[in-house]
């Protein structure tokens, strides 16, 4: 066990975990940082700090970890291999352990056109799995890629996105169960919306006794209207949301509408908690952080115990 | 092939301006299979500069002239005769014929009036794809027939990611998820459970080794 | 060349176009003498845009190209293909700032197909106050010059 890993902690306790997400702003501005973190605290049992997300440049995720560390946080340190090869990401990684953050998340990240430098070049030389694999023998074997041995092995909890909407569906389980070989302890889902499928991947995901041999969080992001449901259904990719989630915001007025999305995100967590194999949940709360407060509170997930 | 695309003429002329009097010198290889630099387009883009010089009332002389292949020595050392002729060689070979011209001309300025863009097949008329980075170690039987590092817009080895829905890429709605496409070639072959094992990183070295790679081969040397 | 004004066209045509054979050439060339010169291919698929531009580069202030009717192209996509090569050959004079309408594209038509000298009388009045190329010229040297430049560059 990785020593103060509330998230870990938590996990091996058997207890329902829930962690939420904190974009760092665009700007060196550490209070913008501390004021999430505030909102976050003790709401939560550990916060993922995004990595340019979008390939929007912001301040990096591994200082603003450190100040969600010296506020109290238990930070999940979010690292795409877009903007890092496999030296630079070796090297973060190191970093990140000896700044005392205990868990990391390795993405592939959205791709460098998206963003605000679409004139940049892709790095990608390691992708995802291969990074997870990575960090996982520095951890474990004590030496990095091409087994030169490290004066001392960063101590992580790892973790990996899967997106169980994606295709090809049947693929979906065969590529979770590759991020678990390649050393994932954790999984941090997609935001679910369609709990149908969801399901279903999750029984494929029990029927490979995947579930015995990772710590599965489902994702889920409150809708802040009608208009932010159809734009993630039409434009983000790998984004699956069902006409029913959509009908139901545009049936309430829309002062109304934020408060359903709230209900909606509750009664999904209320959901999850019951599927076999749902070790928590993670709160996507995009620039809402103060939801996230409220959407733990009504789904009977706090007080979060302390450590 | 190599493929390349013709600059903007505006650019072009922008190059060419100081040069009174210029060799326009096309490729008979990969750039005329891609319509970029042949002896067709070379003929219109020669007639089109003459005209826009003569428009200006610029006194220069413009001539063209395709070799066979202009990253090949051989077919380069065609210009010998008529080369001093020219104050600069305005070429429409990819970068490797730019480059082998101005290698065997190194007195005379060489412009370039292509973009090389990539490794790519002629997919019908009019279209090419991208299809290979020249990665210096062929994976292609492993995974289908397809290459994830220059198909899969986020180089995967291990893919595809979590945006890849039917069949699209999530980056480019234009482009198939070539893990998508990987995906069903080895279920083709019942070879899908390959695609279990993590696939370690690449080996970049092959590519990006220390500065331009060489190709030596004693058996075909002289 | 006579030193007259009138704008000289090189009018490519598809010979399988309607009524366009030797005798409607003859008339042509009767009414126009040199200000029209006529280039029969046997597709307009055929065409090749260089010969829009050497024509214009050489000797005519206009080219166009006449193609059978949309979808009755005896080469199939002929007259297709034709329209998308011209389309490409007028960017590229206008981006060295020659009137795009220098060169053109009819299509005959389906219903009432006209012949090659209806044809060529419309575009003949529709160049009627096309300025003097500025590619050719004030002189009949210029001209000259210019196809003198070309035979030297094909024997480089
Ligand atoms: S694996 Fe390498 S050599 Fe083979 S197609 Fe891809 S880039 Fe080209
Ligand atoms: S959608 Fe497919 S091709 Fe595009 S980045 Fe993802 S895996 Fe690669």
Redesign the pocket.
């Given at each position: 066990m990785i020593e103060n890993n509330k998230l870990e902690q938590r996990l091996k306790e058997g207890a329902f975990a829930v962690t939420a997400e904190c974009g760092p702003p665009k700007g060196a501005d550490p209070e913008a940082v501390m004021k999430k973190a505030e909102m976050l605290k003790g709401k939560v049992d550990a916060v993922n700090v995004t990595d340019n997300q979008t390939a929007i440049v912001r301040l990096s995720s591994l200082a603003a970890c450190s100040l969600l560390k010296s506020a109290g946080l238990d930070p999940v340190l979010q690292v795409v291999v877009r903007d890092r090869n496999r030296i630079a990401l070796q090297s973060d990684i190191l970093g990140a352990a000896a700044l005392g953050i205990r868990n990391v998340l390795c993405l592939s990240g959205d791709?460098q056109g998206f963003g605000n430098q679409p004139e940049a070049a892709g790095v990608f030389d390691l992708d995802s799995i291969q990074f997870i694999q990575v960090v996982k023998t520095m951890r474990d074997e004590g030496t990095i890629l091409g087994g030169e041995p490290l004066s001392k092995s960063p101590d992580l909890f790892i973790g990996a996105a899967a997106n169980p909407f994606a295709d090809p569906l049947s693929f979906r389980v065969v590529r979770l169960a590759k991020k678990i070989r390649a050393g994932a302890d954790f999984i941090q889902t997609q935001c679910i919306y369609n709990l149908d499928r969801f399901e279903k991947w999750m029984e494929m995901a029990r029927d490979r006794g995947l579930t015995e041999k990772v710590f599965i969080l489902g994702g889920v992001t409150p809708l802040k209207s009608v208009g932010m449901a159809k734009y993630m259904r039409n434009k983000v990719?790998g984004m699956d949301i069902p006409d029913a989630v959509i009908d139901r915001m545009e049936k309430v007025p829309k002062e109304k509408q934020r408060e359903e999305g709230i209900n909606i995100c509750v009664e999904t967590i209320q959901r999850l908690k019951e599927i076999e194999g749902v070790h928590g949940v993670h709160v996507m709360a995009i620039e809402w952080e103060e939801a996230v407060g409220e959407i733990v509170e009504k789904a009977g997930l706090l007080p979060r115990p302390r450590s | 092939m190599i493929t390349a695309e013709q600059k903007p003429i505006e650019e072009i002329r922008e190059m060419i301006a100081p040069y009174k009097r210029i060799l326009v010198a096309g490729c008979g290889s990969c750039v005329a299979e891609c319509a970029a630099g042949g002896e067709k387009e070379t003929g219109m883009l020669a007639s089109t500069l003459r005209m826009a010089a003569k428009m200006d009332g610029k006194d220069v002389v413009i001539q063209e002239k395709t070799l066979d292949r202009q990253c090949v020595n051989e077919f380069v050392i065609q210009l010998d005769e008529s080369i001093d002729q020219y104050d600069a060689v305005l070429s429409l070979g990819c970068g490797a014929g730019v480059q082998a011209v101005a290698e065997m001309y190194p007195e005379i300025p060489i412009i370039p009036a292509l973009d090389t863009e990539f490794l790519g097949e002629t997919m019908s008329q009019g279209l090419w794809i991208e299809n290979c980075l020249g990665c210096g170690d062929c994976m292609l039987h492993y995974f289908g027939g397809v290459c994830p590092l220059a198909?899969?817009?986020?180089q995967?080895l291990n893919?595809?990611?979590g945006?890849?829905m039917d069949g699209?890429?999530?980056?480019n709605p234009e482009?198939p998820?070539?893990?998508?496409t990987i995906i069903e070639r080895l279920e083709n072959f019942k070879a899908l459970e390959r695609l279990e094992e993590v696939y370690p990183p690449k080996d970049w070295s092959k590519k990006q080794g220390r500065g331009p790679r060489k190709i030596i081969r004693e058996d075909q040397q002289r | 060349m006579t030193s007259d004004k009138k704008p000289v066209l090189a009018l490519f045509y598809c010979q399988n176009t309607h009524a366009s054979g030797e005798d409607e050439r003859q008339a042509l060339e009767q009414k126009y003498g040199d200000s029209l010169k006529l280039f029969p291919i046997p597709c307009s698929g055929r065409l090749e845009p260089l010969h829009l531009l050497k024509a214009l580069e050489d000797f005519a202030d206009a080219g166009y190209v006449i193609t059978c009717p949309e979808g009755a192209c005896r080469y199939f996509e002929g007259n297709l293909r034709a329209k998308k090569r011209v389309e490409r050959t007028r960017e590229m004079i206008k981006s060295i700032g020659l009137e795009e309408e220098r060169i053109g594209f009819l299509i005959n038509s389906k219903e009432g197909p006209k012949p090659l000298t209806d044809l060529a009388d419309e575009i003949m009045d529709r160049l009627a106050n096309l300025p003097p190329s500025p590619v050719l010229g004030p002189s009949v040297q210029g001209r000259a010059t210019g196809s003198r430049q070309r035979s030297k560059g094909d024997k480089v």
């Open positions: 791709h990719a | 198909r899969c817009s986020k995967l893919g595809p990611c945006g890849s699209i890429c999530e980056v482009v998820c070539a893990w998508q | -």
